[in-house]
């Protein structure tokens, strides 16, 4: 009997950064020939964090990862390890390491140069030397086993970083918003932007070697696919990878043709590549590209799933509450705490309790901050109902369930349709953030927006998402017209 695994297909994944966006469809056009289906690429799913429990959980099978941080952060090493080692430790998760693919993408500090030269900075012990310069690091560094915390204790740097995403971190030194930045050593913009590399002479930084994080199963699941790949092994050297990197950052070329170029020029990786192309688009191309029908209908989709839930959630919910002062009081506060937490911060936990990724995770995190306004909106239109009214029902003989009905259901609509309307707008806002872990909508292009620092393309996600908005409201404010219709009739 085929597994599960094996009905879902090869799923690609990658982390929120213009390499691993690469190495992924680099991964998966090698694979694509000697699949009976294309594989499904799930990119710029999060941090390390997110996409690792991606992989262990099966909703990835295999994405581009690095030595360093498989030992200190996925492994918490107090060491570099071998990979023999990592091997070892990953095996008893149902998780393997292979394919070392040529090149080391380390973890540096960087500042602009001619501030290096005259302030005589060119090692991280010459930077301890000056507080005063303003470090911009990427979250992901500062939390990380093998990030600020262990380098500030090894160089005893004083600088309290500021956190940036790491594709807005070059926009900001450029702009000498900040003095210093985390890199990585092929990142494309340190050359462009002028950058010096800091040399770490106290030598806390491991070597980052690019290897294929995956689950043990997939070299028996898709043997061919797996043949494939291992023939990208030392395929990729750094100064290949710079050149690929810059051309999606500097050039906006697709991802999907620098990985289709790239293996077009080398055929013994054994994939069968397409002709290359340009493949840079303008602002036009980018708004109404090909993958625009996909995304409107993904995020639709959640929106109106996670809409829908919360009305079947949250009316019966505060119709229950209503009479009961207390109890509608907790319930109304723990639907606004929920409100409290923060979206990335919901979908981490939810991936870690339900083990997967993707749309479920992404529901349940609208479902919940959709509640509250249906919710509150259901008990504040019951309340308005006139005593009077209510009082007639039953003077007519009418049970409770029938006054509900009849009575103070009828007249409670516009003001629950109105949560019903808050609760759409916030839905249509917060899917963008689904896109973090791979659950599409137009998320997916500011997602990837930001990791290239592309403005044409964050609008690009930005402006399709403000447009359905603006239609939501549209479309309610047509409801409540036809309903303002039909009382008066």
């Known amino acids: 009997m085929p597994s599960?695994?094996?009905?879902?297909?090869?799923?690609?994944?990658?982390?929120?950064?213009?390499?691993?966006?690469?190495?992924?469809?680099?991964?998966a056009q090698?694979?694509?020939?000697?699949?009976?289906s294309p594989p499904q690429l799930r990119q710029g799913l999060g941090n390390t964090a997110i996409v690792y429990e991606a992989l262990r959980s099966g909703g990835i099978d295999l994405y581009a990862e690095y030595t360093g941080t498989v030992a200190l952060e996925i492994l918490k090493s107090p060491q570099p390890m071998t990979r023999q080692a990592m091997a070892a430790a990953l095996a008893?998760?149902?998780?393997?390491?292979?394919?070392?693919?040529?090149?080391?993408?380390?973890?540096?500090?960087?500042?602009?140069?001619?501030?290096?030269?005259?302030?005589?900075?060119r090692s991280l012990s010459d930077l301890a030397r000056h507080p005063d310069l303003r470090l911009g690091l990427s979250n992901e560094f500062i939390g990380r086993a093998d990030g600020w915390?262990?380098?500030?204790?090894?160089?005893?740097?004083?600088?309290?970083?500021?956190?940036?995403?790491?594709?807005?971190?070059?926009?900001?030194?450029a702009a000498k918003q900040v003095d210093v930045i985390d890199i990585y050593t092929t990142d494309a913009k340190i050359e462009h932007l002028g950058l010096r590399v800091l040399e770490d002479d106290r030598a806390y930084f491991p070597r980052?070697?690019?290897?294929?994080?995956?689950?043990?199963?997939?070299?028996?699941?898709?043997?061919?696919?797996?043949?494939?790949?291992?023939?990208?092994?030392?395929?990729?050297?750094?100064?290949?990878?710079?050149?690929?990197?810059?051309?999606?950052?500097?050039?906006?070329?697709?991802?999907?043709?620098?990985?289709?170029?790239f293996l077009a020029r080398h055929p013994g990786a054994g994939a069968q590549a397409a002709g290359s192309g340009d493949g840079a688009r303008g602002f036009a191309a980018k708004l109404f590209g090909p993958d625009l029908g996909r995304l409107t209908r993904q995020h639709l989709m959640l929106v109106a799933i996670s809409v829908g839930l919360a009305i079947v959630i949250a009316v019966p919910l505060g119709i229950l509450v209503?009479?009961?002062?207390?109890?509608?009081?907790?319930?109304?506060?723990?639907?606004?705490?929920?409100?409290?937490?923060?979206?990335?911060?919901?979908?981490?936990?939810?991936?870690?309790l339900i083990g997967a990724i993707g749309t479920l995770p992404a529901l349940i995190a609208l479902t919940l901050y959709a509640l509250l306004p249906i919710m509150r909106n259901t008990v504040t239109g019951l309340a308005e109902v006139p005593a009077g009214l209510r009082q007639a029902g039953t003077a007519l003989g009418m049970t409770s369930g029938q006054s509900l009905r009849l009575v103070l259901l009828p007249l409670a609509l516009p003001t629950l349709l109105a949560g019903v309307r808050t609760a759409a707008t916030i839905a249509v806002g917060t899917a963008t953030i689904a896109a973090f872990i791979g659950a599409g909508g137009y998320g997916e292009r500011i997602v990837t927006g930001l990791a290239l620092n592309d403005r044409e393309l964050l609008v690009a996600g930005a402006l399709p998402a403000a447009v359905l908005a603006l239609l939501s409201e549209a479309l309610f404010e047509a409801i409540e017209y036809w309903m303002r219709r039909t009382r008066s009739a």
């Open 322 to 352: 209503f009479p009961h002062l207390r109890l509608r009081a907790v319930v109304l506060g723990f639907a606004g705490l929920l409100q409290t937490i923060p979206s990335l911060a919901l979908l981490a936990v939810l991936i870690s």
């Open 92 to 121: 008893p998760l149902g998780l393997g390491i292979a394919i070392p693919l040529g090149f080391n993408d380390g973890y540096a500090l960087a500042m602009r140069a001619a501030d290096a030269d005259r302030l005589g900075v």
């Open 30 to 36: 090698t694979a694509a020939p000697h699949l009976p």
């Open 149 to 173: 915390q262990g380098l500030a204790a090894r160089y005893g740097f004083a600088q309290k970083p500021t956190g940036l995403d790491h594709g807005l971190a070059y926009d900001a030194i």
């Open 4 to 27: 599960l695994a094996q009905d879902a297909g090869l799923r690609v994944g990658s982390k929120r950064f213009t390499e691993s966006y690469i190495l992924a469809e680099v991964l």
């Open 208 to 261: 980052y070697d690019a290897v294929v994080l995956h689950r043990l199963d997939l070299p028996t699941r898709a043997p061919q696919a797996w043949a494939a790949l291992q023939k990208l092994e030392g395929r990729i050297d750094e100064r290949a990878m710079i050149a690929m990197n810059a051309r999606a950052e500097l050039q906006g070329v697709a991802f999907d043709v620098i990985a289709r170029d």
